[in-house]
Nanobody, 120 residues
Framework: QVNLVESGGRVVQAGDSLTLTCDANGDTLRRYSIGWFRQAPGKDREFVAAISWITTVYEDSVKGRFTLSRDNDKNAVHLQMNNVRPEDTAIYCC???????????????WGRGTQVTLAS
């Protein structure tokens, strides 16, 4: 069983960059597909990006701005967020699963999330 902990969320200005990290303990993250999801106030949770052994996929609104990468030495996955927008304000959670099918859904392991807020 893998335990996930997110970090890196903070208050930022529009156009800023930040990196969210999903750290794991209990198992090796490279065995898993890793997804990032976010939930804004009053909205449903939505898919952001995912990385498997086969592919990396992004939700349309973050393509070209967000980059997902594995850090196998640190047993972590990073979500680099560039040119953040007000609509990126949300709690960001990482998730893991042991297969590479349909990486937008059906994750069994979840972290508690980290808050990203765009300052008004």
């Amino acid at each position: 069983q893998v335990n996930l902990v997110e970090s890196g969320g903070r208050v930022v200005q529009a156009g800023d960059s930040l990196t969210l990290t999903c750290d794991a303990n209990g198992d090796t993250l490279r065995r898993y597909s890793i997804g990032w999801f976010r939930q804004a106030p009053g909205k449903d949770r939505e898919f952001v990006a995912a990385i498997s052994w086969i592919t990396t996929v992004y939700e349309d609104s973050v393509k070209g701005r967000f980059t997902l990468s594995r850090d196998n030495d640190k047993n972590a996955v990073h979500l680099q967020m560039n040119n953040v927008r007000p609509e990126d304000t949300a709690i960001y959670c990482c998730a893991a699963k042991e297969d590479s099918e349909d990486v937008r859904a059906r994750y069994g392991y979840w972290g508690r999330g980290t808050q990203v807020t765009l300052a008004s």
